[in-house]
């Protein structure tokens, strides 16, 4: 029986690209309850296929997403259920980044609030220029404090205060230039910009892939020594894959046969 969550979510697999696609424009892409759901199932779907290297998260329409279905909050005056909600929006945002398949952002317009955070969780973000950000909750009275996670890990420390304490929307430009997204560039190039940047990581090693992006997110949140300490495993770990050795060997046959 197919149920109401996977008419909000849809996808393809391009090769060794997975595309999920937000598919409630209707609603700006609201992160409704079922919206979550239909994320995290499709996102962990992509995840768990063997033929898959990267996954893109995409938005069909004009808005990427608005954030949270303000009207599901206000449907409900229990803070045990607004907790339970929040709750599950996090989990999503902490799969993406467990995810062990770099995932990519193609941003076309507005992500808000919780859109915004969708899109600094992603490990990379490309957007259009007339793409635009923000976490403008506190224009409603209610702070974006889940949003502040991940833009705080995203940008820096007074550019993600600016956002959340203003409300201020960013252009793509600006974005860019935080370190919210990698890059902005003209609408009509996205997709080539995106699908540039997903063949390069899918013709890398999966394995390698798969650990280096754990070890990049674990280290980041460590003192400088102990990060050291845990990319050296790392290292070490990485050099016994077959792929490597194999990939070392030929390297220095074809160094050898230059000289």
């Known amino acids: 029986m197919t149920s109401a ?151 820096g420390r007074k550019a993600a205060a600016e956002m959340l304490f203003t409300g201020r929307f960013i252009g793509g430009e600006e974005a860019a230039a935080l370190g919210l997204i990698n890059r902005a560039v003209a609408a009509g190039d996205l997709d080539r910009v995106v699908d540039e940047a997903a063949a390069a990581i899918a013709a890398k090693a999966p394995e390698a892939m798969a650990l280096g992006k754990a070890l990049f997110r674990r280290q980041l949140e460590l003192p400088a020594a102990e990060a050291y300490a845990l990319a050296g495993e790392a290292m070490a770990e990485n050099l016994s894959f077959p792929s490597v050795r194999a990939g070392i060997d030929g390297f220095l046959v074809r160094r050898s046969a230059a000289r």
């Open 5 to 155: 969550s996977d008419t909000l979510v849809h996808g393809r697999r391009d090769g060794p690209v997975a595309r999920v696609i937000l598919d409630d424009p209707g609603r700006a892409n609201a992160l409704s309850s079922a919206m979550i759901e239909a994320l995290r199932g499709a996102l962990a779907r992509a995840a768990g296929d063997p033929e898959t290297r990267v996954i893109v998260l995409a938005a069909e329409g004009r808005v990427f997403s608005a954030g949270h279905d303000l009207a599901e909050l206000r449907a409900s005056d229990d803070q045990a259920v607004h907790q339970a909600l929040f709750d599950r929006c996090s989990a999503l945002m902490l799969a993406i980044g467990a995810c062990p398949k770099p995932v990519i952002a193609r941003v076309q317009g507005a992500a808000v609030a919780a859109g915004c955070q969708l899109v600094a969780s992603c490990d990379l973000a490309f957007a259009a220029v007339e793409a635009r950000f923000a976490v403008s909750g506190i224009d409603l009275g209610l702070f974006c404090s889940t949003p502040s996670v991940a833009l705080s890990r995203a940008v």
